[in-house]
């Protein structure tokens, strides 16, 4: 089968990837991740990534390979991957993960430590609350009006305020009293509470796909950006840090096929609690204090502490953490 990209990792293809391995056989998957060279892609015409699937109406109980390639060509790059083992990763979605058989195995060790638990226990992710078609009634230019929050304005502890710190589109406003009108109850209640906001959209071939700040109570988030309430048993600022580490970035990539940050993925991210939460608050609110008075600021020894104690965490090798920070 020549198919979309999506079929290994998307939700909307789970039910698919569910019947194959309880009833089939997969034996080889060929990924070609680029969409945006049409010299590179599998079909000039079509901005869309591909797989291949070589799959078997029996039922066997195999292992299979995948090969992963950015150019218009088989990979002789191959890797080996256990059909119980990537069910047992994440059993819910069954998720074939865009990595090498050394990845593999430590996406398994850091699911397998008892210690870890899932963002979506802690705090499910959620879409900003104003969709960008439905709520046009609502946004405004007026600079009395309440600032909206657009995917495009969020970075790594970071929240860009002004025109020439985007790429693109403009700086917009809501109406709150219009807006009461045309939204929920709760998505009001949820916009009036101090949360971590993510992009919503990031590239899949970007060095990093998570990008998340804290914003103040009494803001707007667009859907084009997502976001975590503060739990009774968490602090914000400790979520923060582990969302901006490059260990999940790391996970999120290995099982990421598209451009959006979908709640899901968010959701199934790893998180510990552990004794150095105290010190990852710490480091993670004098990151966020240096941002605040620059966003330009090179807070770069503090995010490599955070990310060390993380590696610590799941007793990393040095191997272990190469594969993290090549990726």
């Not at 406003?173 to 998505?187: D, E, G, M, V, Y």
Request: with cysteine; aromatic share 8%; hydrophobic share 35%.
């Amino acid at each position: 089968m020549i198919i979309p990209y999506g079929i290994l990792t998307d939700t909307t293809s789970v039910n698919l990837r569910k019947h194959i391995f309880s009833n089939h056989s997969l034996f080889m998957v060929d990924a070609f991740p680029e969409r945006d060279n049409a010299n590179r892609r599998v079909f000039e015409d079509v901005k869309m990534s591909t797989a291949i699937l070589l799959t078997s109406k029996a039922k066997l109980d195999n292992s299979f390979n995948i090969g992963i390639s950015y150019d218009r060509a088989i990979s002789s790059n191959r890797s080996i991957f256990s059909a119980s083992e990537l069910i047992q990763l994440n059993p819910d979605l069954v998720q074939i993960p865009l990595t090498n058989t050394n990845s593999f195995n430590l996406l398994i060790k850091i699911y397998n430590k008892k210690e870890t638990v899932k963002f979506g226990i802690i705090s499910p992710c959620l879409t900003g609350e104003i969709d960008m078609t439905f709520g046009k009634p609502a946004l405004s230019n007026n600079h009395t009006d309440i600032m909206l929050i657009k995917g495009v304005q969020l970075d790594r502890y970071v929240l860009k305020t002004k025109k020439e710190q985007i790429s693109q589109g403009e700086i917009e406003f809501i109406n709150p009293t219009r807006l009461s009108k045309i939204i929920s109850q709760k998505k009001l209640q949820d916009s009036s509470q101090r949360r971590i906001a993510l992009q919503g959209l990031t590239g899949v071939n970007e060095t990093r796909r998570l990008k998340a700040t804290l914003i103040d109570e009494n803001i707007f988030l667009a859907n084009s950006s997502n976001y975590l309430l503060e739990p009774n048993n968490c602090n914000l600022e400790l979520m923060l840090c582990w969302l901006n580490s490059k260990l999940l970035n790391f996970v999120f990539k290995a099982r990421s096929t598209s451009s959006n940050v979908n709640g899901y993925e968010v959701d199934n991210l790893p998180f510990c609690f552990s004794e150095y939460d105290e010190k990852l608050i710490k480091l993670s609110k004098s990151i966020i204090s240096q941002k605040r008075k620059n966003i330009n600021e090179n807070t770069g020894e503090f995010e490599k502490e955070i990310d060390q104690l993380i590696y610590q965490l799941y007793d990393l090798t040095e191997e272990e953490i190469a594969i993290v920070e090549n990726a």
